[in-house]
């Protein structure tokens, strides 16, 4: 079956504490991207990669490190995470930018 | 990079067609119109995609006028099940931005 898959779903954490959450696709998708999606803003994109070692800054950068060292794997990386990163992420990858998205199925991240 | 602007919410009852209206003033030649919706604790699921005139599919069309500023994603004969949160979308570059969304209200 052809999808994104988030590890984990669920997360609470402490500032400071580094943290990893995965995103792996398995339709051989170029193009993937992380979002995060909090109350009245809507999606905003924090990272996407254009294909293995091509990554570049969204619109919501700070605080987050990527990589894409495999086609199929894209890492979301808080070195040191904050209260204000608390929120609800998504990864989603597509063949192109103009193709349809295929969303994981979310990440919820507490940081206490 | 174009940003979209569509209204905060609208309400309306089963059986009837839906409008949603989406603004992109900044958008580019290369740029495709893209419409999402989202359940609460879901990824955004694709709906229907366009670049010009009107695009149909089985479950929504997409009108986009000669001047392409804005889109039309119309839903027709709506059910309780099509209350959902609705995002356009400007896809040409690299980077996406949805906008806030409409918050779509289906009542019995």
């Known amino acids: 079956e052809a999808q994104v898959t988030q590890n984990p779903r669920y997360l609470i954490t402490v500032t400071g504490k580094k943290l990893t959450v995965t995103c792996s696709q398995n339709m051989n998708h170029e193009y993937m991207s992380w979002y995060r999606q909090d109350p009245g803003l809507g999606l905003r994109q924090i990272y996407y990669?254009?294909?293995?070692?091509?990554?570049d800054k969204g619109d919501v950068p700070e605080g987050y490190k990527v990589s894409r060292k495999e086609k199929r794997n894209f890492p979301l990386i808080l070195e040191s995470p904050s209260p204000n990163q608390t929120s609800l992420y998504f990864c989603a990858s597509t063949p192109t930018p103009r193709r349809e998205q295929y969303f994981g199925p979310g990440t919820r991240l507490t940081v206490t | 990079l174009a940003k979209t602007t569509q209204p905060i919410s609208m309400d309306s009852y089963e059986g009837q067609e839906v409008n949603i209206t989406c603004s992109h003033n900044?958008?580019?030649?290369?740029?495709?119109i893209t419409w999402y919706q989202q359940f609460p604790s879901q990824g955004p699921r694709f709906i229907i995609q366009?670049?010009?005139t009107k695009v149909t599919n089985e479950v929504a069309s997409l009108f986009i006028p000669a001047d392409r500023k804005s889109s039309t994603l119309s839903l027709p004969r709506v059910s309780l099940s099509d209350t959902a949160v609705y995002y356009c979308?400007?896809?040409?570059?690299?980077?996406?931005?949805f906008g806030k969304g409409t918050t779509l209200s289906v009542s019995s």
């Open positions: 900044n958008i580019a030649t290369n740029d495709y």
């Open positions: 979308l400007v896809e040409g570059g690299t980077a996406l931005i």
């Open positions: 990669s254009m294909n293995v070692e091509v990554t």
């Open positions: 366009g670049y010009k």
